[in-house]
């Protein structure tokens, strides 16, 4: 039987939809509401033009002139807090020869010297852009290569993008420079370069060198980094322990700088899968480190079990995710994110953060129950973003959601949801995704 016709959604006008399924830690402002047995609250919402008017648990059939969602869910839009837009669809002229992290670091190295100038990254930009807007995302936060001389290409890409897309989708940008960068002078106008484009300072915590030279230089750049940041006041995104190797430890090290230093910003760290294979007595002295610090943790699932422990002819052997359970236990926010998207570290992916929530699911058992999990998806990221208005439904909001047919996270979690209405400012809008296609000038031909 087919679904029954919706009322169209009209902007300007106040619209009810009514008997909708909302995860319960995305909801507030509703009192004590019953939930199902996988934590859905049974509401009421009511659209006043671009924001959310009302929001009322339900009671009985949908009253007269609004839409009867017949128990469908309702989520906020998605928040996705680590991209890397400026290196997504490179894919086929850049291709990882073993599907190792070392193997996408050369060949982007390569794609990026070669290729990457202001037209070939605006087009591949704007291309994620368009898929996740069309997937129901409303704000993300996207790293930037920045080794000289891409962040002169770059950052002007950036700014005239999130310009142009202000009304759509709220974007933010990280600049991730070499760490040991930071403690010389091109570290400092770096930071006030990053700062005149309102962006967040970033990095990856691993240096090459001797072993026993590694930590005290990482320390020295940390410190460097985290006073330049509390200069210009941004707030920093770092990528922490992207590895297997249980010698791999630089989240400790992150989480004492701040202690150390005593910055005040937030302090976001992407990956730290290598808390997972670490001794257990050496994780829980990390963990007590990471809640202390204040920091915020990003998961992102897809990308490295793609990655990790991965060996030509062998079956991986575990899944590279760090100790989400044990960090959000510890009051550590987790969020998970769709990471890369069609390059060399990642070659698949479609700037969907539904897709990447259900992953997560299925990778670190983000269930039974599935208490606040859809948070991480939503409410959390936007909070590590500075955007409290974001990843709830609660009145005053942004009339920004995603309609779905599933009435519970099992049938919303079994199927693509190729069928999801996506509503912004209270109007569906066309959610046709970009073509491949469009992408074809920038591979000199159709794609192979």
């Not at 509401?33 to 959310?52: F, K, M, S, W, Y």
């Not at 930590?215 to 410190?223: E, F, G, I, Q, V």
């Not at 294979?277 to 079990?305: D, G, S």
């Amino acid at each position: 039987m087919s679904a029954p016709a919706p009322l169209p959604l009209r902007g300007g006008a106040r619209r009810r939809l009514a008997r909708a399924r909302v995860p319960a830690g995305l909801l507030e402002g509703v009192p004590s509401p019953r939930l199902t047995a996988d934590g859905l609250a049974t509401v009421d919402i009511e659209l006043d033009g671009p924001t959310i008017a009302l929001v009322a648990e339900s009671v009985g059939a949908a009253p007269p002139g609004a839409e009867d969602l017949d128990l469908g869910q309702v989520w906020p839009a998605f928040v996705d807090v680590h991209t890397h837009l400026d290196k997504g669809h490179i894919l086929p002229r850049a291709v990882n020869p073993d599907g190792t992290v070392l193997g996408a670091v050369r060949s982007v190295e390569a794609d990026r010297t070669r290729n990457w100038s202001a037209e070939d990254v605006a087009r591949r930009f704007e291309f994620g852009l368009q898929c996740a807007y069309a997937h129901g995302t409303a704000a993300i936060r996207t790293h930037l290569d920045c080794e000289p001389p891409q962040a002169a290409i770059t950052w002007p890409v950036f700014a005239s993008l999130r310009d142009r897309w202000r009304d759509r989708i709220e974007l933010q940008g990280v600049g991730k420079l070499p760490m040991q960068l930071y403690s010389l002078a091109a570290g400092a106008s770096f930071a006030a370069m990053v700062a005149e484009h309102g962006g967040v300072l970033g990095g990856v915590t691993r240096l090459p060198g001797n072993p026993a030279e590694v930590a005290p230089a990482l320390d020295a750049a940390l410190d460097a980094l985290f006073r330049l940041a509390a200069q210009h006041r941004l707030d920093v995104d770092l990528h922490v322990d992207e590895s297997g190797d249980p010698a791999a430890s630089s989240l400790g090290q992150v989480a004492q700088a701040v202690r150390r230093s005593g910055f005040a910003g937030r302090v976001t760290c992407g990956h730290c899968c290598s808390l997972a294979v670490q001794p257990a007595a050496q994780a829980e002295a990390v963990l007590a480190l990471c809640a202390e610090a204040r920091l915020q943790v990003v998961t992102l699932p897809m990308i490295n079990q793609y990655l990790q422990d991965r060996a030509a002819g062998a079956t991986p052997r575990w899944r590279g995710i760090t100790l989400v359970h044990e960090l959000a236990r510890r009051g550590v926010p987790v969020a998970v994110a769709s990471d890369n998207c069609r390059d060399p570290f990642f070659a698949y992916g479609d700037h969907d953060m539904l897709e990447v929530f259900t992953q997560s699911v299925r990778i670190a058992h983000l269930d039974l129950p599935f208490g606040p999990w859809p948070a991480a998806a939503t409410a959390v990221p936007a909070r590590m973003m500075g955007l409290g208005h974001r990843g709830v439904i609660r009145a005053g909001a942004p009339a920004d959601l995603v309609l779905f047919r599933a009435r519970t996270l099992s049938e919303l979690l079994a199927r693509p949801q190729s069928d999801r209405r996506v509503v912004r400012a209270g109007e569906p809008i066309d959610a046709t995704l970009p073509d491949h296609r469009v992408l074809d000038p920038i591979f000199s031909g159709p794609a192979t």
